[in-house]
């Protein structure tokens, strides 16, 4: 049986628009379906999003790529969220909205994203799983071929750090950790002691 799942999170993050570095709060709502009836697969890729949206989006710098300061800021040691385009709600949401889909891997499905933020005065974008396709004719480059990091299932935020951490690590895979090979036990009873004493 498939299940609708809510959840919302307040991210605090900071926004490069153009020539200025601006703090910032986002309101987000996913609206999820279950595609999965193993209750540990569902909590399993829950998860995984929930991890992403609160180790990685939170407390992280939106930049352009194509802005002046992206090479200066990424240079320090701070989570940098790259997109290719002056960085929207709407075009955040559309981001969010492949990235989630590609963390789920099928499990779970995004119906849709709703995004507004603090800057943009909460006025809250919906991105459904059917607009994504009107979202690439918007972003030509949202739906390329490449693979950029909103459209791989991994960790990452960006693709100019190296270090992206497995769901192994996270403990947040279905896959079963393989058990060490243990021989069987068999003991030697050897006679002696106290009560073998004639």
């Known amino acids: 049986m498939n299940v609708n799942l809510n959840w919302g999170a307040t991210l605090q993050t900071t926004v490069v628009v153009e ?8 309101e987000i709502q996913f609206d999820l379906i279950t595609n999965t009836e193993i209750p540990e697969e569902q909590f399993i890729y829950f998860n995984r999003l929930r991890w992403f949206v609160e180790a990685k989006l939170h407390l992280s710098t939106i930049i352009n790529n194509a802005s002046p300061l992206f090479h200066n800021l990424s240079a320090f040691d701070q989570t940098i969220m790259q997109v290719s385009d002056r960085p929207s709600e709407l075009l955040i949401a559309a981001i969010l909205s492949q990235k989630a889909s590609a963390i789920m891997d099928g499990k779970l499905i995004v119906n849709e994203i709703t995004l507004g933020s603090s800057l943009g005065e909460y006025i809250r974008y919906t991105i459904t799983h059917e607009d994504i396709i009107d979202a ?8 390329s071929g ?8 991994d960790t ?11 769901w192994e690590e996270l403990n947040l895979t279905t896959e079963k950790k393989k058990m060490a090979d243990v021989k069987k036990f068999t003991p030697t009873i050897i006679t002696g002691g106290k009560d073998n004493e004639e």
């Open 19 to 26: 020539d200025s570095i601006l703090p910032n709060t986002y």
């Open 136 to 143: 690439a004719e918007l972003f030509p480059w949202i739906k």
């Open 146 to 153: 490449e693979k950029v990091w909103w459209r791989r299932g």
């Open 156 to 166: 990452s935020i960006n693709d100019i750090d190296s270090t992206i951490i497995p």
